[in-house]
């Protein structure tokens, strides 16, 4: 190897290196913002592990931001209300997915000011996902059913396990 080629190599493998790196951080930051609600309100009544006509059950969180506009259906949520889904796997009982949305002021003004991420359970039994964008095609889809329930700020808060 010349010392050129040699010189190129290592500033090849110094930026994949950094690149590895913060892609880890970004994936952490993701991973951090996973909602932890744990000691979050559960709206539906009952908790949805009962088998139906679903392949999955439902439960819905709401934080303590939120809470009072959820239960008392008092809109719009304050910013940084957030709310959880759950969908759980009635064979394992596991939860499987978690939709999530949380009030961003100044987000999407056009569309309620919500957020919404997805979160998967992974082979390895940790969760992986994302905050949608703006205008992304997940962000859309959210946005294109939720639209349904700009009566009550974009949150159906009907638990009926769909
Ligand atoms: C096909 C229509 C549809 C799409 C697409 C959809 N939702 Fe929903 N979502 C619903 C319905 C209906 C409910 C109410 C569930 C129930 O009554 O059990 C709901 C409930 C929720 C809830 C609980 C709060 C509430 O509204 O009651 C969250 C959180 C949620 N969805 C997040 C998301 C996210 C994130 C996405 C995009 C990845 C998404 N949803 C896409 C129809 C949809």
Redesign the pocket.
């Known amino acids: 190897m010349t010392r050129r080629v040699r010189r190129l190599t290592l500033t090849a493998s110094a930026v994949l290196a950094a690149l590895a790196l913060a892609f880890v951080v970004a994936q952490d930051a993701m991973m951090a913002d996973r909602p932890e609600y744990a000691d979050w309100t559960r709206?539906?009544p009952q908790k949805?592990f009962i088998q139906s006509a679903h392949p999955t059950a439902?439960d819905?969180y709401?934080n303590d931001i939120g809470r009072a506009a959820?239960q008392e259906r008092s809109f719009p949520f304050p910013e940084g209300s957030e709310?959880?889904?759950e969908s759980i796997d009635v064979d394992s009982l596991t939860v499987t997915v978690?939709?999530?949305?949380r009030k961003v002021v100044g987000f999407d003004p056009a569309n309620g000011d919500w957020q919404?991420?997805?979160f998967e359970r992974m082979d390895d039994g940790s969760f992986g996902g994302m905050w949608?964008d703006v205008g992304t095609e997940?962000?859309l889809?959210?946005?294109?059913?939720?639209t349904?329930?700009a009566d009550?700020d974009?949150?159906?808060?009907?638990?009926?396990?769909?």
């Open positions: 709206l539906n949805n439902k819905v709401v959820a709310l959880v889904k978690m939709t999530a949305m919404y991420g997805m949608a997940m962000h889809m959210c946005v294109g059913c939720h349904g329930a009550t974009y949150a159906f808060l009907t638990y009926t396990g769909d």
